[in-house]
């Protein structure tokens, strides 16, 4: 489990497409206190670590080391990794351990569908991204309400049949990759599991 607090931002060293698809990822993180098998949500994907280097890794600035994580053809299909490149950055953190602070909302790192910013424009000193969403997510989606959003635990500020919008403080802008999104890329999404439930359980008082 997660809480969609960044607490790194990772870049991308190499992808190695085979059975699954292998992916070297920088980290300023200490590698030496990552198991083999710990699991590491990446940009919103709970991904789990095959290997790892304590070494720090040429041209990247801050990297103490590197973990390696394998992602399936399911997973490349169900999310944006299909997107990723080498020298693209990660949004990551760690799982949450008993007794940390829960800073954000729950969230699994199990991806529900990828979404596409449509617009981004100056909201005062944050910007207002706008998001599309499917039929088959619209009912999860509800204004103040959380959603995960390449791994970032984030309010909905307005929900209409277009899609949805979200103030981006400047802080978050700069400790996660939403410093440097633009329109037209494509955004994983993990809605909240209270509002998964409620839907779930509001369909059964229908039926």
Same mark, same amino acid.
């Given at each position: 489990?997660?809480?969609?607090?960044?607490?790194?931002?990772?870049?991308?060293?190499?992808?190695?497409?085979?059975?699954?698809?292998?992916? @070297?990822?920088?980290?300023?993180?200490?590698?030496?206190?990552?198991?083999?098998?710990?699991?590491?949500?990446?940009? !919103?994907?709970?991904?789990?670590? @095959?290997?790892?280097?304590?070494?720090?890794?040429? /041209?990247?600035?801050?990297?103490?080391?590197?973990?390696? *994580?394998?992602?399936?053809? =399911?997973?490349? /299909?169900?999310?944006?990794? !299909?997107?990723? /490149?080498?020298? $693209?950055?990660?949004?990551?953190?760690? /799982?949450?351990?008993?007794?940390? =602070?829960?800073?954000?909302?729950? *969230?699994?790192?199990?991806?529900?569908?990828?979404?596409?910013?449509? $617009?981004?424009?100056?909201? $005062?000193?944050?910007?207002?991204?706008?998001?599309?969403?499917?039929?088959?997510?619209?009912?999860?989606?509800?204004?103040?309400?959380?959603?995960?959003?390449?791994?970032?635990?984030?309010?909905?500020?307005? %929900?209409?049949?277009?899609?949805?919008?979200?103030?981006?403080?400047?802080?978050?802008? =700069?400790?996660?990759?939403? !410093?440097?999104?633009? *329109? $037209?890329?494509? %955004?994983?999404? =993990?809605?909240?599991?209270?509002?998964?439930?409620?839907?779930?359980?509001?369909?059964?008082?229908?039926?």
């Amino acid at each position: 489990m997660f809480t969609g607090i960044i607490t790194d931002i990772g870049r991308i060293e190499s992808i190695e497409p085979a059975g699954d698809t292998k992916f @070297v990822i920088a980290t300023a993180y200490d590698t030496a206190a990552i198991a083999i098998g710990a699991s590491i949500c990446c940009s !919103g994907i709970c991904l789990t670590v @095959v290997d790892k280097g304590s070494a720090a890794v040429d /041209a990247v600035e801050g990297a103490a080391g590197w973990f390696a *994580v394998t992602a399936s053809a =399911e997973t490349l /299909a169900c999310s944006n990794l !299909g997107d990723w /490149a080498s020298g $693209g950055l990660v949004n990551l953190e760690r /799982a949450l351990k008993v007794g940390d =602070e829960l800073g954000g909302h729950i *969230v699994s790192g199990h991806v529900d569908g990828v979404v596409e910013i449509y $617009g981004i424009e100056k909201d $005062g000193d944050s910007l207002r991204f706008r998001f599309t969403h499917g039929e088959d997510l619209a009912p999860y989606i509800a204004p103040k309400g959380s959603v995960c959003l390449n791994g970032v635990s984030l309010t909905v500020n307005e %929900v209409d049949d277009s899609g949805f919008g979200i103030n981006i403080i400047p802080h978050t802008q =700069e400790m996660t990759t939403f !410093g440097a999104a633009k *329109v $037209g890329n494509r %955004v994983n999404l =993990e809605i909240d599991v209270l509002a998964r439930y409620v839907a779930r359980l509001a369909q059964k008082e229908t039926l």
